[in-house]
């Protein structure tokens, strides 16, 4: 067998739904810099939350590993996700190298998100031009799991010809960025877990799950876990929300790779303004109203088939009184 096969068979399955609603429930950081970021993460492990998160751009811009290896040193129990990571901005190695100075610092805690990203972005910011993205990452995967998992790597494929060691190993979760159904079976076939960002959850449960589990079982493998990353809006003023949550899918929407999942997922007319398919978009896409009613949703969100959520506050009246709130909701699960 070589190391391409095999290595599609040695993630590791986690038993995430025998897990406390606590520790399948995480939040998503957002701050102006690396000193906020910090401070956030902090906030939310004393409110007793199990997971913090972070894409990039989520502290100002700053480096998200960077970011996380500060926080496991001010740290002793959240575990620390990226959500996500480009895979073009930094080669494997270079990332398997960042992601060995966390887990030194915090080992079993980092869980490490990687994906395409946005081409027009990455196009348009770095000048690196994206073809065929779901193969490259696919390479970057095996390239990375190689070295971190097994310290070593010898690999030449069309994207990657590398030939490496590491002194010692680090079996990070690596977890990959699905909005297609493409990514979802790729997901399936190779990753330690699919971040699902912003998707509507029928579209979730009905074609993603089925595409995801596909990809498993094509790989002889178990279906890794799906973390489905929600907006949450505590706030009971039914017209702020209702602004607040538009003007989120419009600008989902302006990205090419979220038009083409509300399409596939049945909502292309909400992308083009249609009043009565954004209102149904949006009793798909967020969690809403009080306390109580925002924890009901999440118990039956985690008994639905999603394995765990990332929670995405979305600021209505006082952000830093909702924050709160959300972190209480999550530690209290």
């Not at 030449?156 to 493409?182: C, N, W």
Request: proline content about 6%.
């Amino acid at each position: 067998m070589s190391q391409k096969d095999d290595l599609s068979q040695q993630s590791p399955v986690y038993a995430v739904r025998e897990h406390s609603p606590r520790h399948r429930v995480g939040v998503y950081i957002q701050a102006r810099d690396t000193a906020e970021a910090i401070i956030r993460i902090c906030e939310a492990e004393h409110a007793g939350v199990q997971q913090a998160w972070m894409a990039m751009g989520g502290a100002g811009f700053a480096d998200i590993l960077t970011v996380l290896a500060v926080a496991a040193t001010r740290t002793e129990r959240i575990k620390l996700g990226t959500a996500i990571v480009p895979a073009s901005t930094r080669h494997p190695l270079v990332m398997a190298q960042q992601a060995l100075a966390v887990h030194d610092l915090a080992p079993e805690r980092l869980r490490l998100g990687i994906g395409s990203g946005n081409p027009l972005f990455l196009e348009n910011r770095y000048g690196l031009p994206q073809r065929a993205p779901l193969s490259y990452l696919k390479e970057y995967l095996e390239v990375l799991r190689g070295v971190l998992w097994e310290g070593r790597i010898d690999y030449q494929g069309e994207f990657f010809q590398v030939a490496d060691t590491l002194p010692r190993t680090a079996p990070v979760p690596l977890l990959i960025s699905t909005l297609g159904l493409k990514a979802f079976r790729l997901a399936g076939e190779i990753a330690d877990g699919a971040l699902a960002s912003l998707c509507p959850v029928p579209y979730l449960l009905n074609q993603a799950l089925p595409a995801l589990r596909a990809g498993a079982e094509e790989k002889s493998r178990p279906a890794p876990p799906v973390i489905a990353c929600l907006p949450v809006a505590i706030s009971q003023d039914e017209a702020a929300v209702s602004v607040a949550v538009r003007r989120l899918i419009q600008q989902l929407a302006q990205a090419g790779a979220h038009a083409r999942m509300f399409a596939q997922a049945g909502w292309a007319s909400a992308v083009h303004g249609d009043e009565a398919a954004l209102h149904a978009l949006a009793q798909a896409l967020v969690i809403s109203g009080n306390e109580v009613t925002v924890r009901e949703r999440v118990h039956e969100l985690l008994a639905s088939g999603l394995d765990e959520l990332l929670l995405l506050a979305i600021p209505i009246v006082d952000e830093a009184m909702e924050r709160k709130q959300l972190l209480h909701l999550i530690g209290s699960l």
